[in-house]
């Protein structure tokens, strides 16, 4: 049962983080009801779920396969932020996302 408290614990930060109304990312996926319970551990959400409501959060399935913790997480996007911007060669941006 932790590791479907981490998963909803994870889902629910990014939700919120992003703005996001549990309405509208469970929407044609599960009920509202289902989806509370999945971010507070209290069912499990199967792997087409889960693929599919970190989808909408942009988290590509094969980047969650190995569980991040959210701060884990959001290191390793910032990270990611940062090479793409070196790649694209926008310095400057990229120069600005290592102070934050």
């Known amino acids: 049962m ?9 889902v629910s930060k990014l939700r919120k983080e992003q703005g996001i109304l549990l309405e509208v990312l469970c929407d044609g996926l599960c009920d509202a009801g289902k989806m509370s ?33 959210y701060r884990e997480y ?7 932020d940062i090479v793409y911007s070196i790649l694209y060669e926008k310095i400057e941006e990229a120069k600005q996302q290592l102070v934050r």
């Open 2 to 10: 932790v590791k479907d408290v981490e998963f909803g614990l994870f």
């Open 37 to 69: 319970r999945i971010e507070n551990g209290k069912v499990e959400a199967e792997k087409l779920l889960r693929d599919r409501l970190l989808g909408r959060l942009g988290v590509a399935a094969e980047n969650y396969e190995n569980f991040l913790y």
């Open 74 to 80: 959001k290191s390793w996007k910032e990270r990611q």
